[in-house]
């Protein structure tokens, strides 16, 4: 019985067929998980998805231990297209992009009553007043989740604005950031913070962008943690973002080991709404994400039909 229980043991369990990498916000745990469901449906592959950060997850497009990312922003990820798209040719990215913006945000009830609605306003200690709520002087500001690549960016133009010394720049979760909307809305107390949309965020309340000075390319300057230590000193960035779009990437090394998988990712459309229910069915009702995709693929068979089978 050892011997046989030793044998049952050591029996390797079998790999997965591909490797989908989940970024850690709502709509790309989604995606990952969608397309781990089509994957198995439509061409009997098993993919293991494995939740890690962006740049662990280029990395690992680049030496082939991850085949898809699902939800590649674009211009976070400029400094990546250069590095594995454009330079080492190991990254490829799909043609069909979602539309989508970044900047930041304020509840109504921050801009009507206490008149933040410029990002120039941030600079005001009378206006950003309203914002301290632990009275050391300084208000607080989400800029994002801690590795996201935005949260980086949201730092430097917090310096290149100014506002970085009237305002805390926190890095919590996200849904740590979505819950003190939440709360800030039912207590009518002020708040602003760093927003993207599509998201569920704008379904569920009032809000408010803040306006800021048109994107001008030669104002944008981003340097990435990873690419230098003194990253936020050489970085400038006194503008809007730039129209903002994101895609599914993945390993060139599938055009030859799994071609018409490539295919079905290239042609995989969503659309903002679609990433805006995504984020509120995780993030509000908390649904599993592979329960949802499942759910999902069901509901959309025509199109997953269509991406798979043109």
Known sequence: MAALTMLVVNIPAQAADLVIAMPNWPSGQATANILKVSLKEKFGLDAEVREMGTLIAFAGLDSGEVDIHPEMWLPNLDNLVKKYVDGAGTVAISPIGVPAWQGICATRETADKFGIRDISDLTDPRKTAALDTDRDGHGELWIGAEGWSSTAIERVRANSYGYAKTMTLLE???????????????????????????????????????????FDPAKWKIVLPSEDPLWVSKSSAPVSWDTAHFHIAYATSLRKKYPDVVEFLERVALKPEDAAKMSYALQVERQDPYEYAKQWVAAQGARVHGWANP
């Open 172 to 214: 919590t979760p996200e849904d740590v950031g979505m819950a003190a909307v939440d709360a800030a809305v039912a207590t009518a107390h002020p708040m602003v913070f760093a927003c993207y949309a599509p998201h569920h965020v704008f379904e569920l309340h009032d809000i408010v962008r803040l306006t800021e000075p048109p």
